[in-house]
């Protein structure tokens, strides 16, 4: 919980920090990176309830920056990237998704609010993560 109180934090005053450009960049259609943070994880296995996590206790990152033109995720805190295989807008969405490691990934993000969704999927287990992404 105190993760989670930590990272709101942090985005609160990103937001505050970067408001007088929100108006002039109101877009998070992926033309410019972004930072994402991943507040909520739900873990999801087979046959049992899904139990609420921080994203670094399931190995997930916590902080990811979101970069659609260089095609990449890349986690905050250990430098790991993921490609990006598909990129595409929908009603107001970026839609990413890709693979790595046995694991598939689709990432939403709100392209006004800079909500952010997603969920990963491995054998057996489900992720879903909700958080925010901050322009820089």
Not at 83 to 109: D, F, Y
Request: hydrophobic share 50%; net charge neutral.
């Amino acid at each position: 919980m105190k993760m989670i109180n930590s990272v709101s934090m942090l985005l609160a005053v990103a937001a505050i920090g970067c408001a007088p450009n929100l108006a002039a960049a109101a877009k998070y259609d992926g033309s410019a990176a972004m930072m994402c943070a991943a507040v909520l994880v739900h873990e999801c296995a087979a046959g049992a309830a899904c139990q609420t996590h921080a994203a670094e206790s399931v190995n997930l990152p916590t902080l990811f920056r979101v970069d659609v033109k260089g095609m990449r995720i890349h986690n905050a805190e250990t430098k790991r990237e993921s490609p990006i295989k598909t990129a595409e807008h929908a009603n107001g969405k970026l839609l990413m998704s890709g693979h790595q490691a046995e694991r598939a990934w689709v990432v939403i993000v709100n392209e006004t609010t800079g909500r952010m969704s997603g969920v990963v999927s491995a054998d057996g287990e489900g992720f879903v993560m909700f958080g925010q992404c901050a322009l820089p």
